[in-house]
């Protein structure tokens, strides 16, 4: 099967005839289109139609709850930590000003002009890198095998939050050991400095009961496993009847932690200690800003927390509406909201590492193990503090679950669109239904996360977390600027966004689409192959293998950019330099594309093709491949 073919094929081009003239109709179809029958409106315009938001607030909130979600609360925290504290935050809005915010808008705005998930809008801006947004939903599909793990996690310490007193509060456990120190009565324990706490005991030797390694990767925890079952049922139940349905649980979803997290902040805060910890993450240790590790993982969690390259964003906003004035505003208000609480968040664990610190009489940089199970081992250590612990625990994991979630159905709505845009012939194998598609894919993505329910599957948790959120998503970032700011043109995408929403980006959008956001891109791209380290657990170091395996769970993504260009090349017709022409230019015609947006639930689309030198060769190859 011609797999690159299949992710770019597009239905067949009508003929419209105009004035007694017949002229084939440039018309870009999606799945949500063709099931229902192409109208003609009389006047050279095809009417698509497409599912579409219940309301604008649905939009926002769930590209909030996506943007918002365990990357705040989960990644920001353990990178921030790992990072060295301030010297995290420094680079962490330098990226967040020249590349999270005019990257967002720009995906928002590709979104809704093409009214496609990312395979094919990105197909439509660049043939040529008409791959990228194949490794967009590659990247996006790796990450939703694990994501869940953590949302497992999460339930596994919800039910243990419903017991007369909470596990992790005490020492004398069958999992605990003699350094262990309870925080609950801290004070009766002579502490060194290889105390350990009584949190961090409970996640290592009760939830995961780790192994030494990832060479031993033990037996399953089957407690886990089920947890990882329930979590999917949830994941499903979100979305099997589509973007509507979705959009109604994030009214709940999106606003809810911020509840729990303002509690938490207070607590914190008055916790012995606390200081050390606030002053470790604001005071920066200026000498690791020379450190290529800290800007890499700053810009790694503006792009995974944000969601560009992902094509998370691309594929919701390509639900909305046609016309809408809110682009740009709806831009900073989720970026802002986004970086507020990564902020917030993490003045509520790092208050509590300082008050672990306090207690284990440890430097705050010492005192937990810096990696993804950081938030299990620091935020439950405030419980104990609190009265009726068991009902903020409860409160606090129901608000994990639900930021887990929001992101969660928000990166398999890009898998789904996609495999409805671009695979309209495995319709008979769904019943052309999408909850059928939609249990398909999460069956299929619970399969793949299994390895990380066995004992060592933390340390494959490790591995695949750091080289698809961070390694791969700095190559495919650089292909989706090139693609749509420098071969579709950043001055063509303001001429869209002021078609959408009559209003045009000023120029720092611009300037950061063509010059700024590709040239720190590919700084830190760079740099981070000159200062390469082997990712490592803790103080465990992988062997070789594991660090191949990385490399290779990277390539799964990444693969797909250069063989979309190869596939390009081959399918166009022409001498070389036509082929490079017809493939590096948009077939959308910007003068009549969006004519016409009458009906909210519809896009029209102008019947004519850009015309460009050598028409006959477009003509003939938009015949010959169906576009």
Known sequence: MNIMGVLIQESNPPSVTQGGTTTAAAVHTSSAAEEKALEMDGKGVVKVSRETWGRKAQFVLSCVGYAVGLGNVWRFPYLCYKSGGGAFLIPYFIMLFFTGIPLLLMELAVGQYTRNGPVEAIKMLAPILQGTGVATVAITFLLTTYYNVIMAWALFYLVASFNAELPWDSCGNYWNTDNCVSLKNYKEYNTTNDSVSSTEEYFNRRVLNITGGIDDFGEMRWEIFGFLVLAWILVYLCLHKGVKSSGKVVYVTATFPYMVLAILVGVGASLEGAGEGLRFFIQPDWDLLMEAEVWVAAAAQNFNSIGIAFGSMIALSSYNEFHSNTLVRDTMLISGINAFTSLFASCAIFSVIGHLAFIQNEDVDNVVASG??????????????????????????????????????????????????????????????????????????????????????????????????????????????????????????????????TSTPNIYFVSCWLVISPILIFAIFVFSFIQYEVVTYDDYIYPDWAEFLGWF???????????????????????????????????????TYGYQFQDDSSTYRRAYFDRGSREDIFMEHYKKHEI
């Open 372 to 501: 993804p199970g950081l938030v299990f081992a620091v935020y439950p250590a405030a419980f104990s503090a609190m009265p009726v612990p068991q009902l903020w625990s409860v409160l606090f994991f129901i608000m994990l679950i639900c930021l887990g979630i929001d992101s969660q159905f928000a990166m398999v709505e890009v898998v789904i669109t996609t495999l409805m845009d671009g695979f309209p012939k495995l319709k008979p194998l769904y019943f052309n239904r999408k909850e059928v598609l939609v249990l398909y894919i999460c069956l299929f993505t619970f399969a793949c996360g299994i390895p990380c329910t066995f004992q060592g599957g933390m340390y494959y948790f490790q591995i695949i977390d750091w080289y698809v959120a961070v390694v791969s998503i700095f190559f495919i970032a650089i292909a989706e600027v090139i693609a749509v700011c420098w071969l579709y043109g950043a001055t063509r995408l303001r001429r869209n966004v002021e078609e959408m929403s």
């Open 553 to 591: 769970i990277a390539l799964l993504s990444m693969i797909w950019i250069p063989i979309g260009i190869v596939y390009a090349f081959a399918t166009a017709e022409g001498s070389f330099m036509e082929r490079l022409f017809l493939i590096c230019k948009s077939p959308i015609s910007e003068a």
